[in-house]
């Protein structure tokens, strides 16, 4: 499968890209803030604290991306990011996302023993 998104994506994460990335619908054309939506710290908030109380673990990332969200909360509880991109497991693999697996959300149960 084409994965012109993931490896732009990595591409920005190795310091290989540098013009923006152009998001495109239809007609309308906007600059896609990599950095700001993939790379900052994720934010904690009081709707994060609120869902953090309910949970405690194992927790599973649908389209992880670059695993922002995975990273906070596998320092609390188990946690697996699973992404369609083979670029994008690599990326959270390179940013310290502990268990980052390829996975397609429509095929789960094939995946888990849970």
Known sequence: MPD????AVRDHHLGERTEPLVQRDGEET???????????????DEHTQ?????????LLDLGAGTGKHTLYFQERFETVAIEVSDALV????DRGVEDARRGDM????????R
Request: net charge negative; aromatic share 22%; no cysteine.
């Open 90 to 93: 690599e990326t959270m693999r």
């Open 4 to 7: 012109a998104f993931g490896r």
């Open 30 to 44: 906007e600059e896609h803030p990599i950095e700001q939506f993939y790379f900052e710290e994720f934010d904690v």
């Open 50 to 58: 609120w869902l953090e109380s309910w949970l405690d673990g194992p």
């Open 106 to 113: 429509f095929e789960l149960r094939d995946q888990f023993e």
